[in-house]
């Protein structure tokens, strides 16, 4: 008897703890893509189209729905349009996708809540689907520098060739110094030599 109510007591405090409000984001994925059929995620600066469902998380009570008005939510993602939970926990989704958002209260209306429906300190709960993307200014970012990146240097390019004709022609030039002090110091050696043979002779 002792051990089925201690048994009970277990049952209801791990009940009790299950519903008890998470102190941080929680992200659980409702519906997978595939990653064969996932061509693009989300990412911030992305422009989203999404269907979703607020619901208090101690309740259940719904205080809003796009599905409702039939009419997707579009927002930028990263800006700050909408609260944190949201720019933290959709990073990374597939279009079709489907996930649930638990958002704590630091991450979502914090103490001061948001109309009459949400009330200060609540934890949310956002059922989301990712609509469409149309990629933002990380892409737009990454068109313009590659228009504006100086291209890499070729060993076709005129300034190269420029510069290995100059290199060339100094020392095709220092060469031919090199080469007529040469000579001359050959030619001096040999006058010298043959002034000497003809001093030598007349001593004779």
Not at 59 to 71: A, C, H, I, V
Not at 99 to 116: C, E, Q, S, T
Request: a neutral charge; aromatic letters at 6%; hydrophobic letters at 35%.
């Amino acid at each position: 008897m002792r051990f089925g109510l201690l048994l009970l007591l277990g049952a209801l405090a791990s009940v009790s703890a299950l519903r008890e409000p998470p102190t941080q984001l929680q992200v659980g994925v409702k519906k997978r893509i595939p990653a064969s059929e996932c061509t693009q995620k989300s990412h911030n600066g992305d422009e989203l189209s999404m269907h979703y469902t607020g619901t208090l998380f101690d309740t259940g009570n719904k205080f809003d729905s796009s599905l409702d008005r039939n009419e997707p939510f579009v927002f930028t993602l990263g800006a700050g349009q909408v609260i944190k939970g949201w720019d933290q926990g959709l990073v990374g989704m597939c279009i079709g996708e489907k996930r649930r958002l638990v958002i704590p209260p630091h991450l979502g209306y914090g103490d001061r809540g948001a109309g009459g429906a949400i009330p200060g300190g609540a934890t949310l709960v956002f059922d989301v689907e990712l609509l469409d993307i149309k990629p933002g200014h990380r892409q737009e970012r990454y068109v313009q520098e590659t228009k504006h990146e100086k291209p890499s240097m070729s060993f076709t390019s005129p300034s190269v060739l420029v510069s290995t004709g100059v290199v060339v022609a100094l020392f095709l030039i220092v060469f031919r110094l090199a080469k007529k002090q040469d000579i001359a110091e050959a030619n001096e050696k040999v006058a010298t030599e043959t002034k000497q043979e003809k001093e030598e002779e007349k001593k004779k």
